[in-house]
């Protein structure tokens, strides 16, 4: 494959040996934009966020997102699910000091979270799926009205630039984006292939798979709005330096041709 300065599946959720195939996350822009990266995000798709959730133990005393008040919740610092926990204490009258983050990374969190030494745990599918399955996890609070479900595209501003690399990026956003459609009709099918590749037990992909269902869709002000939102709780809670504009770091050149 040529490389293009396009960072498109980079961002992989490991479950022990498993991982997911998809775009970077909603936050990986913000960040990369953050950094003055020279970036922009090409192209866009959105998934539901059910499974976007702050997961407790089955026997968790927490029944509402306001006993988490002096609780531990393991999350992995400046993930999706680090915004989605800032909006969500946000939302319901507590902050950051009123809990205690523990940053960590999934699979650490996995084993904090079985193990008691947390009190909840904030992450995304296949994690969920697989906590659900083999740690009768309950899900506290989900995505919704939280997180956004966005996923990105990002190229290099140096491949933007460069006329001759515009048909190879927009051949791979062609082909990518049909195949995203192509596993949204064809759930069972994907379940099994990601599954075989990455060693995630057959019932958590096909878990996984059934409640996200990743679709093209524009970029547009709504997203620019959302993103700029996510954004700036980060900025609120100094895990950003500063503010983002975070529609300067957008290029819409592709979007005809990904209807």
């Given amino acids: 494959m040529v490389h293009l300065h396009l960072r498109p599946a980079a961002a992989r959720s490991r479950v022990r040996r498993g991982h997911r195939r998809r775009g970077c996350g909603q936050h990986t822009p913000i960040f990369a934009a953050a950094a003055n990266a020279r970036i922009a995000a090409v192209a866009a798709s959105k998934g539901q966020v059910e ?14 997102v ?10 992995a610092k400046g993930s999706s699910a680090h915004g989605q926990v800032l909006l969500t204490l946000r939302a319901n009258g507590l902050t950051t000091k009123d809990v205690t983050l523990n940053f960590l990374q999934p699979s650490d969190a996995y084993g904090a979270f079985t193990q008691g030494k947390v009190d909840a745990w904030a992450v995304w599918d296949p994690y969920t799926a697989q906590a659900q ?42 082909r990518y984006y049909k195949a995203q459609r192509w596993a949204d009709t064809h759930r069972e099918e994907w379940a099994k292939a990601w599954a075989a590749e ?62």
């Fill in 133 to 174: 399955a083999e740690a009768e996890a309950r899900v506290l609070t989900d995505g919704r009205g939280k997180a956004n479900g966005y996923g990105f595209q990002v190229a290099g501003r140096e491949a933007l630039d460069d006329k001759g690399k515009n048909a190879a990026l927009k051949e791979y956003l062609i």
């Fill in 198 to 259: 990455t060693g995630l037990e057959y019932e958590v992909a096909l878990t996984a798979v059934n409640r996200n269902g990743d679709l093209p869709v524009k970029i547009d002000d709504t997203l620019i709005r959302s993103e700029q939102e996510l954004a700036d709780v980060f900025t609120d809670e100094k895990t950003l330096p500063g503010k983002v504009d975070f529609a300067k770091f957008v290029d819409t050149r592709f979007q005809g041709d990904l209807a």
């Fill in 51 to 64: 499974a976007d959730a702050i997961l407790v133990p089955e026997n968790s005393p927490l029944r509402e």
């Fill in 66 to 75: 306001t006993d988490l008040r002096g609780r531990s919740i393991a999350v």
